[in-house]
């Protein structure tokens, strides 16, 4: 699926919203004019099929092949099963933290000391849960191949992070996808899009404000 189809089917199942005037508010507590829900393709049988078939072309285009799939917790989880399943593969899930309870495991399911691991994201903004689970996979004597996501909102804040580690990380679509085919569709106009570049830059600037 090229990136132009999966932002129109996110827009069209209500998974991308944009707002330039009532922002959205984050987890993290950044007020953004964007807010992407990926969780909403799991109740779409041809967008998550069309998504899951994507990552599998991604996984295919990485060099020296992959030995399991990792989902990120939460919402990484339902497509690393469904990538995992495609390519006949052992996958694994990723919590934030150890649990503290039971095993205390942070990194559910079997993979080997060695193995080479892929990592799935729903999504990238600060990269920090993507970067935690890697880090955890690492830790426990695996190679990271690499971090597929379907959406990034491609924050210098996130590149930096995934430079330092040294993590390859691809995204189906961008955040500069999304704002070029809104605007190019004449949904958007020229101040929404000064807007929204704006707070690209500096993801903060309207938290701050």
């Known amino acids: 699926m090229e990136n132009k189809q999966l932002i129109h089917r996110l827009l069209d199942i209500g998974a991308v919203k944009i707002n330039s005037r009532d922002f959205f508010t984050w987890t993290s507590g950044i007020q953004s004019p964007i807010y992407c829900d990926n969780r909403l393709t799991m109740s779409y049988p041809e967008v998550r099929s069309a998504v899951a078939d994507t990552l599998v072309d991604m996984i295919h285009e990485l060099q020296g ?22 390519l006949h593969l052992p996958m694994v899930y990723v919590r934030g933290t150890a649990k ?42 695996m190679e990271v191949a690499g971090i597929l996501s379907i959406f990034t909102y ?16 691809q995204s189906i679509a961008s955040y500069e996808d999304l704002l070029n085919e809104l605007y190019s569709q004449g949904e958007m106009d020229d101040s929404q899009l000064e807007k929204l570049k704006v707070w690209r830059e500096n993801p903060y600037v309207f938290t701050n404000a």
């Open 65 to 86: 092949g992959v030995d399991v799939i990792a989902g990120c917790a939460t919402a990484g989880i339902p497509h690393a099963a469904w990538v995992a399943e495609r």
């Open 100 to 141: 503290k309870h039971g095993r205390r495991n942070q990194i559910e399911g079997v993979a080997a000391e060695g193995s080479r691991v892929v990592v799935i994201e729903d999504l990238i903004s600060t990269g920090r849960s993507s970067i935690q689970a890697a880090d955890a996979l690492r830790e426990a004597g």
């Open 154 to 169: 491609g924050l210098a804040e996130a590149q930096t992070a995934f430079m330092e580690k040294g993590y390859q990380v």
